[in-house]
């Protein structure tokens, strides 16, 4: 090899392998990058998906400026979206992934415009009882965003909602997960008023019974249960027979969506 040569090539190296902090990769113009490249993705969902990531990443590395500007992005791409692009539970889930994301960039005015869209959305759909599956996964960021009393109205509202379900055990299992968050919430009136809901006072105290040995379960673990991770039966003998498959065969136990980022859209 020429000495011309091998002189290029030992400046290359040493200038690849450099312990300078200047001559390192800059991360967050990466993930700027990033996000520019990702706002072409011709597809609302993808293009959704990687900039609420790229938030998420910028938050984790509280480079807050960018993540509320990403979040932006991420908004735009929401709103835009054709309604045929996103089903109704990745509209959903984006508005409260952007509320979540939000809050954790400590942008609280974004955050509850986010939710006032998620709440909107849950809102419009139709007929009532649709809306019962994706009410847990609101419901927690209505609590963590605007507290107990606001998640106190959209459960006691649902409840009503719950009514028009045409299953008895479907029903049941929507009036137990809505009071147990009510309970959560703090408010046992309500909590027993929606279990009431159902005229059947030996349910309800198998209910009851159900709860108390879930929560007391938590409490001597410091397991924590999500209602928003999606539930599938009501724990405890009695109540379980309640939510058994119908005579059809067809499932009746009730399925809650989860709304969350990390369920919908992270990606590690």
Known sequence: MHRPTLLLLTLLLTGC??????????????????????GQIASPKDRLTRQ?????????????????????????????????????????????????LARAADDTPFANAALDQALASLNDLNPHQA?????????????????????????????????????PALRRGTFALFAEELFRCD??????????????PAWRSDALVAIADRARYARET??????????TKIAGP??????????????????????DFHSNFYRP
């Not at 992005?73 to 539970?89: F, I, K, P, Y």
């Not at 408010?187 to 059947?200: E, I, K, N, Q, S």
């Not at 410091?222 to 539930?231: D, H, I, N, R």
């Not at 009695?238 to 709304?259: N, Y």
Request: hydrophobic share 40%; net charge negative.
């Open 17 to 38: 392998t450099s312990s300078d902090p200047s001559a390192s990769i800059d991360p967050d113009r990466l993930l700027h990058m990033a996000g520019e490249e990702a």
């Open 52 to 100: 609420l990531n790229i938030a998420n990443r910028e938050t984790d590395a509280r480079r807050l400026e960018a993540a509320r500007k990403t979040l932006r992005d991420a908004r735009a791409t929401l709103e835009h979206a054709d309604r045929n692009a996103l089903d109704e539970q990745a509209r959903l889930a984006g508005w409260v992934s952007l509320s979540e």
């Open 131 to 167: 809306r019962c599956q994706y009410v847990p996964g609101v419901e927690r960021e209505v609590r963590e965003l605007r507290g107990d009393a606001a998640a106190i109205k959209l459960l006691t509202d649902a409840s009503q909602w719950a009514l028009e379900l045409p299953h």
């Open 187 to 200: 408010d046992y009136d309500a909590g027993r008023a929606t279990l009431r809901l159902d005229p059947d």
């Open 222 to 231: 410091s397991f924590s249960f999500s209602p928003s991770g999606g539930l």
């Open 238 to 259: 009695s109540a379980t027979a309640e939510l058994a498959p119908s005579d059809s065969g067809a499932a009746t136990q009730p399925v809650f969506k989860p709304l």
